[in-house]
C-alpha cells in the first residue's frame, strides 16, 4: 500500500548551486548526501514537512539522469512513494498491468530499497517505490 509522498526527485546540473537555492528557498539545510554508483546520481536530501527533496546529479555522462538532463533539462523527474512492503506493492502493481523497471527491490539512496514503474504505464510520469531497510 502505497503511505505518502516519500520525496519529489529533481535532476540538476550542478547539485552545489542548486543546494544553495533550495536550502534558501526552503529555509532548511541538506541533511544527507551521497552517491549511488549503481544509478551513476548524486544525491542531497531535504527535509520537507513529512517529504523530501531529492536533488540528483549526474555522475557519469551514460547515468539515467545525463539522458535526462539532455532530453529535458533540469526539473523534476520522479515522484516516489513510501510503501510498507515493496515486494507485494511490486507484485500487486504488476497484476494490475503496471509496467516496472525494477522487477525486484535493489538498493537506493536514503537507507532505501526501491523499484521505478515505467513512465509508459504511469501517464509519463517516472515512478519510484521507497521502502526503508529497516522495516
Known amino acids: 500500500m502505497l503511505r505518502k509522498i516519500e520525496h519529489l526527485g ?18 532548511t539545510n ?18 520537507v514537512g513529512e517529504s523530501k527533496i531529492e536533488l540528483l546529479e549526474a555522475s557519469n555522462p551514460s547515468s ?6 539532455e532530453k529535458k533539462g533540469p526539473g523534476i523527474h520522479h515522484i516516489a512513494f513510501d510503501v510498507e512492503n515493496i ?3 511490486i507484485a500487486r502493481l504488476t497484476s494490475q498491468g503496471f509496467e516496472l523497471i525494477h522487477t525486484t527491490p535493489k538498493d ?3 537507507n532505501k530499497l526501491i523499484a521505478f514503474l515505467h513512465p509508459k504505464s504511469t501517464g509519463s510520469i517516472l515512478i519510484e517505490l521507497c521502502q526503508e531497510k529497516n522495516s
Do not use: H, R, W
Open 10 to 27: 529533481i535532476a540538476v546540473a550542478n547539485i552545489e548551486e542548486s543546494l544553495m537555492m533550495y536550502e534558501t528557498l526552503l529555509g
Open 30 to 47: 541538506c541533511y544527507k548526501t551521497e552517491s549511488v554508483e549503481s544509478e551513476g546520481v548524486k544525491t542531497a536530501f531535504l527535509q
Open 64 to 69: 539515467p539522469i545525463a539522458k535526462f538532463l
Open 87 to 89: 515486494e507485494a506493492e
Open 108 to 110: 537506493g539512496a536514503d
